[in-house]
C-alpha cells in the first residue's frame, strides 16, 4: 500500500541532501556538463525545480506541462542562472510541492502525467522522490546510485521492471540482486533470461544511467530496453 505521507517525508530530506550537495558547487561548474547528454548541470537543476511545479500541477488536477515544447524552453531558458537562483528556485518549488501535497485530498483519485501517461494520486510524492534521487546523482557531483536510500532503490526497481512488464520488445526477464527477484518484458511461464548484479546496478540499467556492464547475464544477451 502507498503511503503518500512517509513519501513526502523522503521528498523533502531527499531534497534536502541535494540541496547541500549542490551548494558547494560554483557559478562554473553549474555550467559544466552533466552526466545526461546534451544538459549542463544548470539544465537538471532547472528541471528539478520547474518538476516541482508540474507536479503541483497534477495534484491540483491541471495539465503537468502545456506542452512538451514548452517544458523543454522552460529548462533551457532557466539553465544558465547562477548558482544562488538556481537553489533558490529549486527550494522554493519543493515547497510548493510539499504544501500542495499536505492539502487534504482524495489521494486514491487517478490523476494524468505527461503523454496521457495516468496513475493514482498516492504514488505522485513517489515520482517527485524519483526525479530528486536520480537527478542528484545525474549531477555527478559525488552522489552515486550506491549512495540511494536502499528502500528507494528496491521500490524503483519494482516500478521501472513493472514499466516495462508485458512490452512485447524485452523478453521474459528475471532480475536479482541475490536476495530478491523481479521479472519484466514479455509475459512467459518462464523467464528465457536472467540477470544478476546488485541492486544499483539492475537500478542503473533499468533507469538507463548504466550499460549493464556490471551485470550478469544467462539465457541470452542483456536486453535492449526501450526509452523511459
Known amino acids: 500500500m502507498i503511503d503518500h505521507a512517509r513519501d513526502l ?6 531534497t534536502d541532501r541535494l540541496l547541500t550537495a549542490a551548494a558547494k558547487l560554483d557559478n562554473a561548474s553549474v555550467a559544466e556538463p ?8 544548470g539544465h537538471v537543476l532547472a528541471h ?10 497534477v495534484l491540483e488536477g491541471r495539465p503537468m506541462y502545456v506542452s512538451g515544447t514548452a517544458r523543454d ?19 522554493e518549488s519543493a515547497v510548493r510541492f510539499q504544501e500542495a ?8 483519485r ?13 504514488r505522485v510524492p513517489f515520482r517527485r522522490w524519483v526525479e530528486v534521487e536520480l537527478h542528484h546523482v545525474d549531477l555527478g557531483i559525488g552522489y552515486e546510485l550506491e549512495d540511494l536510500p536502499a528502500e528507494f532503490t528496491e521500490r524503483e526497481i519494482e516500478f521501472l521492471a513493472d514499466r516495462f512488464g508485458g512490452h512485447a520488445d524485452v523478453p521474459p526477464t528475471r532480475l536479482t540482486d541475490g ?15 536472467t540477470v544478476h548484479g546488485s541492486a544499483p546496478d539492475l ?21 535492449s530496453l526501450p526509452p523511459l
Not at 487517478?110 to 498516492?122: H, P, Q, S, W
Not at 536476495?179 to 533470461?193: F, H, L, N, Q
Request: overall charge negative; cysteine-free; hydrophobic content about 45%.
Open 9 to 14: 517525508v523522503s521528498v523533502r530530506e531527499a
Open 34 to 41: 552533466s552526466r545526461l547528454p546534451g544538459w549542463s548541470r
Open 48 to 57: 528539478i525545480a520547474r518538476n516541482a511545479d508540474a507536479l503541483v500541477n
Open 73 to 91: 524552453a522552460d529548462i533551457d531558458r532557466d539553465a544558465p542562472r547562477p548558482l544562488d537562483i538556481q537553489l533558490t528556485d529549486v527550494r
Open 101 to 108: 501535497g499536505a492539502v487534504p485530498a482524495d489521494w486514491s
Open 110 to 122: 487517478t490523476v494524468e502525467l505527461r503523454n496521457g501517461v495516468t496513475d493514482a494520486a498516492a
Open 179 to 193: 536476495t530478491r527477484v523481479w521479472s519484466t518484458g514479455r509475459d512467459a511461464e518462464a523467464p528465457d533470461i
Open 203 to 223: 537500478l542503473g540499467w533499468l533507469a538507463g544511467r548504466r550499460d549493464g556492464a556490471g551485470l550478469t547475464v544467462a539465457g541470452g544477451a542483456l536486453p
